[in-house]
Structures are given as structure tokens and as C-alpha cells.
């Protein structure tokens, strides 16, 4: 433990309590307490100390400066009390909500999958196209639901990663304006949406781009009456794109709007609001347009005069060379692609053929590494979607021989598709020469975004 007095930072420097902290955390902690020193602001941090056995122990260390009367400090007082097994217990939380989430969302995406099939087919009939409409809006409730869930866990540990790639802001909008749909339909709630005539551009991760404006239009519709109204609105320069989502509900009281991005703030829990939540969507929307360099404020003229969340992201640098094709903005229809699916197991890659082909792309499927790599260089498509896990030579080698091969700039884009997300498996697709890593079961709106999404170079 550290003294409990200390004068300056000469003193603690002799002393020689940087030996107990952790390797790891040592270079914080110094940073940390050297700010502190210099600015007088009070040092509250946790970090690992060696005990006498050896062991490394999770502690909070916490200690203030006293005061001249002057503004000078004279005098640091602090303490450090051991953490330890409090810390292990929520970690391993964490790690339990991480899992839980994970399980209770492999089942949704083939569900909500099957049941795109069924509406875009009309399979079912007109007598079950309500029914439907409904197991649809409440998948997509209990999709955001555990994708909250799963991200909790992430942001407590500091493990949300962004897979950035160049993209047209227009299918993203459309797309979580679609999926937000259903809900203003069943409210009643008119949506308008207004936005530039050119294309936007910038360097997002699409699915966390989709995640952010759909939470937003979800609590727009949340916490508006019936017959409400909400606009999207965008409005772009050179420098940055400014996103709106108003409506004209509830409204947030001026003494909750600071704190209305905190985790778990819900301003009002005895509201019995139809679609509930967990009190995390704008905490991570917050994270998110912060690491892609954004902002977002909160506005509200009170209770019951509506809300407005603005949004402000980069535009990216330097006009794309865009083909024709994909230069019609906004919220325009499917972009054709040529896809090359790879997938050993013959359901799955002819269930995710046919998905694509009802969303107006044309496909072809392989099911080896040999055979991609091939089909590669026969037929030229525009996207591959790849799965690791393949005979002859796995889905790693087939993107390095494709990567080698490729004759055109930048293309095809080469999409992993696989059971395996964790940090090592993506850092092992980018090496190969994957463009994005997609996980198994894929969402298909996802997918959609992201071959809508994709600039093409
Ligand atoms: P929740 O899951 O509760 O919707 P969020 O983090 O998305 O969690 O939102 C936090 C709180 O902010 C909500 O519980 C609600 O009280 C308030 N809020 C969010 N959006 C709006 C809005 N458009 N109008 C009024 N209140 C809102």
C-alpha cells in the first residue's frame, strides 16, 4: 500500500511502491497519479498491488489533495482498500451476461430469417400475414433487447471494437428506418424523413451505424403518444454529416438531460411503456458516435414538448470515385452485386443464396476453398462471403490466394463468414485479407446493410 501522506512527487519516487503494482497497470497508474500531482484534481483509480504471498490483488486507491487556503496543495491523503473478490464476482458476471446473451441470440437470427422468407414469399397466406407482422416487430424487440445485453457487458469491459470500411450513409438510414417501421405502424406514428440529394459518405462500421438510428427512431417511437410524429433529418457539408431524430413525445425534464446518457438511466420506471428496455440504448449510441469520432447532444423543451437527439459524424475526407450505379442517393433501391457464397454445409450456403437473390443480387455458390479461389477468377464477383471452416484449403488460405490473384483494385470484397468472433479470429481474417468478419447466425438485415452499404472502389 501506498503511504498514507505524501507531499510531492520527488517523495514517492524514493520510495519505491511502483514494484507492487502490476506490470500491466503500472503505466496508468503513474500517468494517472502524475496528473493528479500536477493539477491537483483528486486521484481515484483501481489496479492490482502484490500481496506479501505474491498474488496480485484487485484494489481502489483514492486520495485528495488538501489545501493551502490558496488553491495550493500542501498535503495528499489517501487510502487503498482491497477489491478483490467484489471485482472477481462481477467480472465474472460480465462474462456470464456475455454468454447468456450470445445463447439467447443464436436462435433469433434464423428465426427472424424464416420468417423474411415467409413475408417476402407470401408463403404463409393473407390470413397470417398479421400474425406475422407481429412475430416479426417482436422479434426485432427481442433482437435489440439481448444485442443491448450482449453490449453491456462489452462497454463495462472496454471490448467494443468497430470493423470501419468506406459506405453510403443512404441504405443504412433506409434500413433502420425499415426495421423501425413496424412499430411506428402500430402507434399510429408518422415518419418523415428528409435528407440531401447527393450521397453521403464516411468510414463506419455499418452494422454499429445501423444500431445507432435505430435506437434512436426506436425510443422516438418508445416515447411518443399514438399518432405521434417523428422526422429523421440529415444535413451535410464537407467536413460532417448532423443526423436528427425528433419527435413530438413525452419529452425529458431539464434535470434529467445531462444524465440521460448514463447506463441503466431510465427516467421514469413505473411508465408501463408497451416496448420496454434496459436503459442501455443511448449510453452505447453515445460510445459508439464517439468512436467514430462523433458527437451527440440530447434536447428536450421540457415534459410532454418532444425530444431531439442530434448526431454529428465525420464525412469522409476526399470525394469517392463513385460509378454510377451507386451515385443515386439516399434511400435508394438494392445496388446489384455479384456474390460468391462459400459454405460447406449445402443448406446453409443455398438458404443464404436464396436470401440474396430475393434481395435483387446474383449468385453463385461454392463449397471448398479450391472451388472459391476458382470461382474467383472465372466468374469475378463483387463480394465473396467466405466461411472459415472449409475443405481442401480452409477460408484463410482461399482469401490469401484470392487476395493474390486479384486483378481489380480493390475488389472483390471478401466478407468472413463464421462461428468464430472472438478478438484472435478477427485479427486472423484481417491478416488474410478479409474486408469484414461477420459472425454466424448472421442477421440478414445486417448482411443487407452491409452489401448495400459498401462502396465499391
Ligand atoms: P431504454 O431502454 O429505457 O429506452 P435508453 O438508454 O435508450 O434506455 O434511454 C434512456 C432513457 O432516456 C429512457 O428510459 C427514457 O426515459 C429517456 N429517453 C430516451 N429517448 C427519449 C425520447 N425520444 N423522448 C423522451 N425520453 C427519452
Known sequence: MPPPVLHALEQIKGWGWEQFIHPDDLTETVRMWKHCITSGEPFHFEHRFRRADGLYRWHISQVVALNDGEGKAVMWVGSSADIHDGKEAEQRKDEFLALLAHELRNPLAPIGNALHILRQTGGAGETARPAIDMMQRQVGQMVRLVDDLLDVSRISQGKIELQRVRIELGPILSHAVEAAQPHCITMKQELTITMPPQPIYLNADPARLTQIIGNLLNNACKYSDQGGRIELIVETDKVQVVIRVQDNGIGIAADQLPRIFEMFRQVDTSLDRAQGGLGIGLTLVKRLVEMHGGSIEAHSDGLAR?????????????????????????????????????????????????????????VHTAHDGIAAVEAAAEWQPDVILLDIGLPKIDGLEAARRIRREQKRVGLPLLIALTGWGQDEDRRLSQEAGFDFHLVKPVDLLVLKTLLDSLLMP
Open 306 to 362: 418532444g425530444a431531439e437527439f442530434v448526431v454529428r459524424l465525420p464525412v469522409l475526407a476526399g470525394a469517392p470515385n463513385i460509378s454510377q450505379a451507386q451515385s443515386n442517393a439516399s434511400l435508394s433501391p438494392t445496388v446489384r452485386r455479384r456474390v460468391l457464397v462459400v459454405d460447406d454445409n449445402l443448406d446453409s450456403a443455398s438458404s443464404m443464396s436464396m436470401l440474396l437473390e430475393m434481395s435483387g443480387h446474383e
